[in-house]
């Protein structure tokens, strides 16, 4: 089969999809099967100017908002890139990772079966950075679109049972989505013999409100002022970087917190650590988890979305209630003051992780999917001159 997978951002960017989908078109590529990677690039702006029309609601209404406005331009964009780009191409199937790159794809190649996979909610991250409100025009928009998405693809899949019920909500057929949580190429992750003296905290995200890393930072002075002795590591980049530094400077903890920045590939530098934490508001799947379970380290997150179906509290990692830094600081002393401990629980997350989000369980749950497609599309002409 000839298969394209669309992205919305270049599969350079680390974590999530890009973490993923790359490797998946390497598994396949290698059982002889053609797969193209396709994505958007940061450069194209405002080239698009295509008239956008959905079939299940009327956009025009929310024009003027800013958002809306820019997700909307983009969708043009992603239009005329792939006319450009793609123009007499010719697949069997196409699999979107991302609501404008599936409804782009099926405006482009309307006789093409196009699948979506819906990774994470735009409109709740939103909310959770302060850029829109619950339930306003925006709001309103975004989740829209998942009614459109299921009108315009031939099937929609997402990453984890909250999330697929969290959309659910916005479906006529909630039923009939498809849940493949991610997975990941094994070698990728190298877990490194080490005996830390100092207990080193880890954690990797996108520097914005979403990720709680406010509520991290108060645990962690929680933690001083009990004299567990640690360090944290906070890997990543965005908006409130200089906020979360005066805040760790204000809370006396400045000395014991690294801001390393942008890193492109932090799994080469995660087996040195010893507890991955994250305090999440809201998580799709969180992949990051499944990533730090494959560097054998412990794992305290939030008791929210994915996480909480990645980690059985106690047994491979540690739950706490999300806005809660006194239950983040108490779990974080545990596997501080107890070794064996968090060694027990690092093993019980490898484990699961190599079971459950195993990269070729992921090949071979769409390797039949896809295959179902091929095979719809082959009986069709047949099946009809039949029933002639």
Request: one cysteine or more.
């Amino acid at each position: 089969m000839n298969i394209l997978q669309a992205l919305f951002f270049p599969p350079e960017q680390p974590g999530g999809v890009s973490s993923m989908v790359p490797y998946i078109g390497e598994r396949f590529r290698k059982i002889g099967w053609e797969m193209e990677l396709f994505s958007l690039p940061k450069r194209i702006r405002n080239k698009g100017h295509e008239a956008i029309q959905f079939k299940t609601f009327d956009w025009h209404p929310y024009a003027g908002n800013a958002i809306v406005d820019k997700y909307i331009q983009t969708y043009k964009d992603y239009i005329w890139w792939a006319k450009l780009r793609l123009s007499g191409q010719k697949y069997d199937l196409i699999h979107a990772h991302h609501p404008i790159a599936a409804l782009a794809m099926k405006h482009v190649f309307p006789d093409i079966p196009v699948l979506m996979t819906v990774h994470s909610s735009y409109e709740r991250e939103l909310i959770l950075n302060g850029k829109i409100k619950e339930g306003g025009p925006e709001h309103r928009f975004l989740t829209s679109i998942y009614r459109e998405l299921e009108n315009a693809t031939d099937r929609i899949m997402t990453v984890s049972k909250s999330f697929s019920q969290y959309i659910g909500t916005y479906l006529q057929e909630p039923e009939r989505t498809e849940i493949i949580p991610n997975g990941y190429d094994e070698k990728r992750f190298k877990p490194v013999p080490h005996e830390n003296e100092v207990t080193q905290l880890v954690t990797v995200c996108r520097l914005v409100p979403a990720k709680g890393l406010d509520v991290l930072l108060r645990a962690c002075a929680e933690l001083r002022k009990r004299n567990s002795k640690f360090v944290l590591h906070i890997i990543g980049d965005g908006p409130i970087r200089e906020e979360l530094e005066k805040l760790s400077q204000n809370l006396g903890i400045y000395d014991d917190t690294i801001f390393y920045g942008y890193m492109l590939h932090p799994e080469e530098l995660l087996p040195f650590f010893d507890v991955f934490v994250l305090p999440s508001r809201a998580e799709a799947f969180g992949s990051v988890f499944a990533e730090a379970a494959l560097c054998l380290l412990a794992l305290v997150g939030t008791d929210v979305g994915g996480i909480a179906e990645q980690i059985e509290d106690g047994a491979n990692g540690l739950l706490v209630p999300s806005e809660d830094p006194v239950a983040l600081a108490n779990a974080l002393e545990t596997v501080i003051n107890d070794p064996l401990f968090r060694y027990e629980m690092a093993r019980a997350g490898l484990n699961k992780a190599k079971k459950t989000y195993s990269l070729n369980r992921v090949i071979n749950e769409l390797k039949r999917i896809y295959v179902s497609f091929r095979d719809e599309t082959e009986a069709g002409p047949e099946t009809e001159r039949q029933e002639t």
